[in-house]
């Protein structure tokens, strides 16, 4: 019998560029073993055009991303998440809701690429980003989690957030 995927959830303030980033990230790599989501605690409403774009142009998953607020999962009938990432400074230190099931938490705090000016700039600060983020998914999917006692999976997880996105990009390869 097969175990059902592990819920994650991606969270960062706006929900329109680091965190669908994310879910649709891990939603590609996660191999049927997660089932990825993404909030913020205030949601600018709309994804940012440049995150659809590049996920577009990689021909990654697109479908059903939309900027939406944390509360859609602080509430009883929502996927009780496994784990719980916070993508960018401002989430890390806002209190967060209670999550039901209480999920292994973890910081992966990346700049925010919808905010830089220059469009030629802002396109490079998603590409590399999304870099990031991928080789951040790509290490913790490959995490032994079914072995990992409790300590170590929160050590690990924080581990993989404090690495710089290209010493990330390194260790993913």
């Known amino acids: 019998m097969s175990q059902p995927p592990l819920n994650v959830l991606f969270l960062c303030t706006g929900n329109s560029a680091r965190s669908i980033l994310a879910e649709s990230l891990l939603n590609h ?45 602080a509430v009883a009938d929502a996927p009780v998440m496994d784990f719980v990432f916070t993508v960018c400074d401002q989430a890390a230190g806002e209190a967060c809701p209670v999550w039901p099931g209480q999920p292994v938490t973890a910081h992966w705090g990346l700049p925010d690429p919808a905010a830089v000016e220059n469009p030629v700039a802002r396109a490079q600060a998603f590409r590399e980003t999304l870099r990031a983020l991928e080789s951040r998914i790509k290490l913790f999917t490959a995490l032994p989690l079914a072995t990992l006692d409790a300590q170590s999976l929160r050590h690990r997880l924080a581990a993989i957030g404090r690495l710089r996105p290209d010493a990330a990009e390194e260790q993913a390869s």
């Open 29 to 73: 790599w996660g191999g049927g073993n997660f089932h990825a989501f993404s909030a913020g605690s205030y949601p600018k409403g709309a994804v940012h055009p440049e995150a659809l774009a590049l996920l577009g142009a990689l021909d990654l998953p697109r479908t059903g991303l939309r900027s939406k607020s944390w509360d859609e999962f």
